[in-house]
């Protein structure tokens, strides 16, 4: 009897928390493409601790918020 694999392409939408702090110097710009590479690199360790991996980014979407200044 022959032995059966697959190789599976699954299409996600993930939410991932930045945890980083930008100060009011930074462009949105700036926190857009630092935040999405922690955010991709985030997913990124946590696929490669299986067996799956990152094979394409198509696109994130970013929601800011910044708190009042004190």
């Known amino acids: ?3 059966a694999t697959a190789t ?11 945890n980083s702090a930008w100060g009011d110097n930074c462009t949105v710009g700036q ?3 630092q ?8 997913v990124t360790r946590l696929l490669t601790d299986s067996a ?5 980014v198509d696109a994130c979407v970013m ?3 910044r708190e009042p200044a004190r």
């Not at 599976?8 to 930045?18: A, D, G, I, M």
């Not at 799956?52 to 394409?56: D, F, G, P, T």
Request: charged share 25%; net charge positive; no cysteine.
């Open 1 to 3: 009897m022959s032995k």
């Open 8 to 18: 599976v392409k699954v299409r996600l939408v993930v939410e991932v928390k930045v």
């Open 31 to 33: 926190v857009q493409e």
């Open 35 to 42: 935040g999405t590479r922690e955010a991709i690199a985030t």
């Open 52 to 56: 799956a991996s990152v094979v394409q």
């Open 63 to 65: 929601t800011l918020s």
